[in-house]
RNA sequence: GCCCGGGUGGCGAAAUUGGCAGACGCACGGGACUUAAAAUCCCGAGACCGGCAACGGUCGUGUGGGUUCAAUUCCCACCCCGGGCACCA
């Protein structure tokens, strides 16, 4: 029997100082290079692949960083206590403007600067104590990751993937240069929320990302795994609509051409067409009306009224406007004549940019028909209505949905149809007749790469004066990235102004040649880097297949939400790429996607504006890493957002401190009497005791294997310590034995493994344990010894709580139905009243209903 | 406008299959230890009403209705907050 001490309060000594604790633990871990590497594909252990996004190397750790790493890391620690193979590697998005800026700001090169982020970065990861595996570090600025970007640019130009054209592209004042589609919100610049993007001309690089748009719908459907939240926002931006292209002849068919084209999605209302509509833009209209000054400048004006709108940052629908062009059209169903206007609600990046428009059947052509007086005719009757109404009326347009009943009247040979039939015997009629047929429209466009920036991927092309666009050779790879340049404030590619890069030889003639200036959008980076990390050093390839078909697909990526369409679109259609070029075997990257929630403070995303950020660095010297990271995943369930409140973090301090101080105390280490063998017979403490700690690892192992809710793994964990404390009287009266303290110990030491790896560390070390934690087998449990013995159950007459029996665990719903039957303030509360029915729960509730 | 989330004590939250609402923690109150404070340990606590008290009663998971012996949980309608998309034919 132990001695209880001198002193129960805690002395000096006894205090938890995380600093000189982790401190060491840390340094050992960095220490042991192999530590956290894992095992070649040959190992005989089920692999496992957690991945979290990459950082941008800004020059510190925000906490939203600290949350989403300490999200994986508690993850593939378990993994590996699970005896699992772990790949958990970690690497750097270091293209990118910010480096131009600072180089700008402090006279710094950019890669010295992103190289110097890099490493206090990785510090600040060591001080937090992620399992990373550095042996597979991937650094995107570096020329052994970038130019793989440019080995895949040119095996997709070969494929007819990459191809060049002029455009009408998204400029930022501020950021000087191209974004892409994705990169713009609500008008503006996703780096600069204040700028407004402006629409300019320019020659650019685009990826076909457009022909795996279906693929990408609808592989979709098999990422069961994936939020259903991500998985709508991708599909809303694919954006897929199924119908026809119907070809409308012009009356009088000129040089320019012979019949427009035009995209519905309700060809079935095509009798309900009053006129065609094209997009100012639209190749046709410049021809239509060459002759006529007047309209020119008209369809000019209505041109630069959409483009400042779009410049003002307007979204969705403006006053609707057009000109009549003078010329008419074919209806191919009818014959009739349409009338060909211009309008400004028509998209020319949409569809075909024409449009047939039935004023009786869509909003936006009912608000322009009324506007200019054009017909409106009603041609499908849903079928709760009896009676077509008149033809022209003022009325709201008759909004019939695809999937509604619908009538077709008006309709020639196609009356009496359903829409939905209508819809097929119409698309087929005008395939019949040659002039239409089915199709599908996306609203996903090509991915635009070009940026005209100097931190960033070389595009591998040359400009040859006799051969045009000559692809680089790739014996020729990389194409390096000067370094040696001055970053200055002149708009446009940094590049072009450096004459040794810029002026180069023919590839293919030896001629002269300009070098193509602009480099690659730094998504082009993250889209592939995880199938670097398999073998990060490989350089006669960008990655080896028999290695990335056993790591792949990753079985957990994390990161945040704010990816779920710029870097998992990109991602998704580079694995089909690289799929589709026999690289690899996967058709997706990743199994399952966990987005965590933002953290905020004051209800506010932290942010340097509103003065509201927490440092990492300084949580870490106040309460320290496992504090820290502790509190990331006990204040809220890692998908919700997280309020970040000092005084929480140290609750949590205070509560690994509690832990500490019984270990303190009571520490029974190994080859003393705490390691001998349990007692056959526990006193009634002790199995409390035992029972909870069963039951304490079964709830966690529960959770990492599906839920995740690990803030209340940590609450379960609090309880366990609260009921150690709770005993801790008992061991000196021998009524808890030494050895049961012991096994609990051991069993909590393991289960903070993954919260506060330090901690544990130290505890277990404290226990005399000499091995690596990471190493160690999960505790396990048993179900039987979880089991309560006892249950209370509530017993309620007509819904109110009136009285509480204690009864075996395994009672019958007879046996808890007596026991209730018998209890005094049952009896009394259920005095001279007609017994109804009598509802049995075993072990839950019983609910006595009288009248 | 359309599509996702979410709404529970003073605060962060819990309740895994329709079965005791509020576990765990923060803040708060009380006690122990201390010359004192900090630290630590123990106890209390949803709101309201009654009672010196043990205790008893009523209300309570955004709002209104419904199903059920029983609803934070299922159904219908609505309100508010956050996010995404938005003239996509």
Known sequence: MTTPPQETVNTHEDRYHPQPIEEKWSAAWQKDSQLYV???????????????????????????????????????????????????????????????????????????????????????MNRLGFSYDWSTEVTTCLPDYYRWNQWFFLKMYERGLAYRKNSKVNWCPECATVLAN????????????????????????????TNYAGELLNDLDQLESWPEKVRTMQRNWIGRSEGATVDFALEHAGPVAEKISVFTTRIDTIFGATSLQLAPQHPVVAGLIANNPELLAKVDALISEQRSAKEAGEIGPVEKNGVFTGAYA???????????????????????????????????????????????????????????PESGQEEAPMLTSTSEESLLINSGDFNGLSNLDAQKKMSQHA???????????????????????????PIPILYCEKCGVVPEKEENLPVLLPEDIEITQQG????????????????????????????????????????????????????????????????????????????????????KVMRDMGLISNSEPAARLFTQGMVIKNGAKMSKSKGNVVSPDDMVARYGADSTRMYALFAAPPDRDLDWQEQGVEGVHRFLGRVYRFFMRQAQPKNTQGNARLPGELSAEARKLQRKMHQTIAKITRDFEGRWHFNTCIAAIM?????????????????IPVQLIAEVQRSLALLLAPF????????????????????????????????????????????????????????????????????????????????????????????????
């Open 431 to 457: 395939e019949e007749h040659g002039f239409g047929k089915s199709a599908v429209s996306y609203r996903l466009k090509d991915w635009g790469i070009s940026r005209q920036r100097y931190w960033g991927t």
């Open 492 to 575: 446009g590619s940094p590049l072009s102004r450096l004459p040794e890069f810029a002026n180069a030889r023919c590839p293919k003639c030896g001629g002269t040649a300009r070098r193509e200036t602009d480099t690659m959008d730094t998504f082009v980076d993250s889209s592939w880097y995880f199938y670097r990390y398999t073998n990060a050093k490989l350089n006669t390839a960008p990655l080896d297949r028999d290695t990335v078909d056993y790591w792949f697909p990753i079985d957990q990526y994390i990161g945040g939400v704010e990816h779920a369409i710029l870097h998992l679109i990109y991602s998704r259609f580079w694995t």
């Open 38 to 124: 894992a095992e070649p594909p040959s190992s005989a252990k089920k692999k496992y692949y957690v991945l979290e996004m990459l950082p941008y190397p800004s020059g510190a750790l925000h906490m939203g960083h600290v949350r989403n790493y300490a999200i994986g890391d508690a993850l593939a620690r378990y993994m590996w206590m699970r005896g699992y193979n772990v790949l958990h590697p970690m690497g750097w998005d270091a293209f990118g403007l910010p480096a131009e800026n600072a180089a700008l700001k402090n006279n710094t090169p950019p890669r010295e600067w992103t190289l110097a982020n890099v490493a206090s970065m990785k510090a600040q």
């Open 330 to 388: 074919i209806n191919p169903f009818n014959e009739e004549q349409l009338p060909i206007w211009v309008a400004n609600y028509v998209l020319m990046e949409y569809g075909t940019g024409a449009i047939m428009s039935v004023p009786a059947h869509d909003e936006r052509d009912h608000e322009f028909a009324r506007k200019f007086g054009l017909e409106v005719r009603v041609v499908v009757l849903p079928r709760r209505t009896s009676e077509p």
């Open 756 to 851: 506060a790896p330090y901690l544990a560390a130290e505890l277990w070390s404290v226990l005399g344990e000499t091995g690596v934690l990471l190493k160690q087998p999960w505790p396990p449990f048993d179900p039987a010894l979880a089991k309560e013995e006892s249950v209370e159950v509530p017993v309620q007459v007509n819904g109110k709580i009136k009285a509480r029996i204690i009864v075996p665990a395994d009672s019958s719903e007879g046996f808890t139905r007596e026991q209730a039957m018998a209890d005094t303030k049952v009896i009394a509360a259920i005095d001279g009243k007609e017994l109804l029915k009598a509802i049995v729960i075993p072990g839950r509730l019983v609910n006595i209903v009288v009248r």
């Open 719 to 735: 309880e366990l310590v609260n009921e150690l404390y709770a005993a801790e009287p008992l061991i000196y009266s021998g009524k």
């Open 182 to 209: 994705e990169q713009v919100i609500d008008g503006c610049c996703w780096r600069h929320e204040d700028t407004k993007v402006e629409q300019r001309e320019l020659e650019q690089w685009f990826l076909r990302i």
